[in-house]
């Protein structure tokens, strides 16, 4: 893979509050190590307090007055509203959310799966994607913030067989996220869906394409997606496939730092 160079101004983020849905999974904690790196204040709750502790093993050195860990489930109605205000009582107004929800499962064929499988995959993706933009868009109003929806190609074609299931989840998450954007559109919250053309989290290296975009540049990305060079981007579906959408907006950070 051709890497971007990935190094993160420590200031781009700094004074700023991030809540990464997802935070513990393997695409959740590339953003959370690049928020920190970008001088983010992140909170991430899960439900499991072992994956939690892992999250923090794996940071290593990551500063830990700037991590906000926390047990709950935003994607459970009967949760999702205590965790939110556990989240603002313990790190103040938010300034940004990613939602990266949902791990790829292989399904069987899809008219061969029981339906508690399709009602696995939806309630995994296009359900828990829905709670949890339901409890942190209003969340973001106070700092006219920016939420980040996180998709995969899965939602515009079945990649390779299992995926039927994951494909249709994802189809409805990638329609729910144009459908608040759309309502959303004249709100003070910047509200995209991210679109990732990368290995993790899809399917096995095997599988990988080939493509140019590696972990380190989603998290880079979704960083300065969430600085101010983000600013006027705003009910956008991004496809990142190549780095250009990535260099734009570095380029356009560079201006902002340098007076320009």
Same mark, same amino acid.
């Given at each position: 893979?051709t890497q971007?160079?990935?190094d993160l101004p420590?200031?781009?983020?700094s004074?700023?509050?991030?809540?990464v849905a997802? *935070?513990? &999974?393997s695409?959740?904690?590339?953003?959370v190590?690049? $928020?920190?790196?970008?001088?983010?204040?992140?909170?991430?709750?899960?439900?499991?307090e072992?994956?939690?502790a892992?999250?923090?093993?794996s940071l &290593?050195n990551?500063?830990? %007055?700037r991590?906000?860990?926390?047990?709950g489930d935003?994607?459970?109605? *009967?949760?999702?509203v205590?965790?939110?205000?556990a989240?603002?009582e313990?790190a103040?107004?938010?300034?940004? @959310?990613? @939602?990266s929800?949902?791990?790829?499962?292989? =399904?069987?064929a899809v008219?061969?799966?029981?339906l508690? /499988?399709? /009602?696995? #995959?939806? %309630?995994g993706y296009?359900?828990?994607?829905?709670?949890?933009?339901?409890?942190l868009?209003?969340?973001l109003e106070?700092?006219?913030?920016s939420?980040?929806f996180i998709?995969?190609?899965?939602?515009?074609?079945?990649?390779?067989p299992?995926?039927?299931l #994951?494909?249709? =989840?994802? @189809?409805g998450?990638?329609?729910?996220a144009?459908? !608040?954007?759309?309502?959303k559109?004249g &709100?003070p !919250?910047?509200?995209? /869906?991210?679109v990732?053309?990368?290995?993790?989290?899809? &399917?096995?290296?095997e599988? %990988?394409? *080939?493509?140019?975009?590696s972990?380190? %540049?989603?998290?880079? $990305?979704? =960083?300065?997606?969430?600085?101010?060079? +983000?600013a #006027?981007?705003? +009910?956008?579906t991004?496809?990142l496939?190549?780095l250009?959408?990535?260099?734009a907006?570095?380029?356009?950070?560079?201006?902002?730092l340098? +007076?320009?």
């Amino acid at each position: 893979m051709t890497q971007f160079s990935t190094d993160l101004p420590s200031d781009l983020l700094s004074d700023r509050t991030a809540v990464v849905a997802g *935070g513990t &999974g393997s695409v959740g904690q590339v953003v959370v190590e690049a $928020f920190l790196e970008a001088g983010a204040t992140v909170v991430v709750p899960s439900r499991s307090e072992q994956k939690l502790a892992a999250l923090q093993k794996s940071l &290593g050195n990551a500063p830990a %007055d700037r991590l906000i860990t926390l047990v709950g489930d935003l994607s459970d109605e *009967g949760d999702s509203v205590r965790v939110r205000e556990a989240i603002l009582e313990r790190a103040g107004p938010l300034d940004a @959310a990613v @939602a990266s929800l949902g791990g790829f499962v292989p =399904a069987p064929a899809v008219l061969d799966a029981p339906l508690s /499988e399709l /009602e696995r #995959v939806l %309630d995994g993706y296009l359900l828990a994607h829905f709670m949890v933009a339901k409890a942190l868009i209003p969340a973001l109003e106070e700092r006219s913030g920016s939420y980040t929806f996180i998709n995969g190609p899965l939602a515009f074609r079945p990649m390779f067989p299992g995926t039927g299931l #994951v494909s249709i =989840a994802t @189809a409805g998450q990638a329609m729910l996220a144009r459908a !608040v954007m759309k309502e959303k559109s004249g &709100g003070p !919250v910047r509200i995209n /869906e991210l679109v990732l053309y990368t290995r993790f989290g899809w &399917g096995s290296d095997e599988d %990988d394409d *080939g493509g140019s975009v590696s972990q380190a %540049d989603v998290g880079a $990305f979704l =960083a300065h997606l969430a600085s101010d060079s +983000g600013a #006027v981007v705003r +009910g956008e579906t991004i496809h990142l496939e190549d780095l250009e959408p990535l260099r734009a907006l570095r380029s356009r950070t560079a201006e902002l730092l340098h +007076g320009g």
